[in-house]
């Protein structure tokens, strides 16, 4: 489905661009104000997607009632905490099992309990 | 439970230190090896009363039997969130609705569906 789907591909992007995500969060003392503001803009139109995932499933009857501020900004969380917390992570996953179990973290959440035996597969 | 009172009081610690953690996550590069193998150990040795309610929760049977490496930095990464994007989570939430709803998110992955009435008014 389109929120495993986006979910899987944000992770993706933060691997390949390990080395950007934590020097981010590094260096953003060094930028000035407009210069952090542009990243918060950034981090705001590159989660636009999860957004609209997650209000379409919710207005669809799909998913429950989540608050999407709250969940948009956990999955960038826990997509970038593949990068903060590789020397972690990084030595008990795969890229694949990484991405595997936090979907599964999520949907156990945000999926009604009626339809996760549709999701079996995901959930497991 | 103990399991929220721990969620509780970490992310409480990260509010009173909110400046302290931000700056941890920026000002890593400027410290030798030795000093980020130290904070590395730091987060793991915090993070044990965590890990350690987790691992009797699931073997009493009282929890899912999650991953307990994920879920551990999984919650501390949710909870130095509120650090890390507090422009985006300050402006929406008061720490104790944050607490809440980071409860509420953790508790429907991690309790057995069978549980969660027991638990009504820390899951809605």
């Known amino acids: 489905e389109r929120l495993v789907a986006g979910i899987r591909r944000y992770i ?5 661009n390990i080395d ?7 260096e953003s003392r060094t930028l000035d104000r407009a210069g952090r503001d542009r990243i918060k803009e950034l981090e705001v139109s590159t989660s636009a997607p999860l957004r609209d995932v997650l209000e379409d499933g ?14 948009v900004f956990d999955l960038l969380l826990l997509a970038h905490g593949w990068a903060l917390k590789h020397w972690h992570f990084g ?7 990484y991405i595997r179990l936090q979907i ?5 959440t ?3 309990a009626e339809r ?3 999701y079996a597969h995901l959930v497991r």
């Not at 030595?91 to 099992?97: G, I, Q, R, V």
């Not at 599964?104 to 156990?108: A, E, P, S, T, Y």
């Open 116 to 118: 996760r035996d549709s």
């Open 58 to 71: 919710i207005a669809a009857g799909l998913l429950n009632d989540v608050d999407v501020d709250l969940m």
């Open 110 to 112: 945000i999926l009604p």
């Open 12 to 16: 993706e992007i933060v691997d390949e």
């Open 20 to 26: 950007a995500v934590t020097l981010t969060y590094r």
């Open 91 to 97: 030595a008990l996953y795969s890229l694949d099992e």
């Open 104 to 108: 599964r973290f999520v949907l156990n």
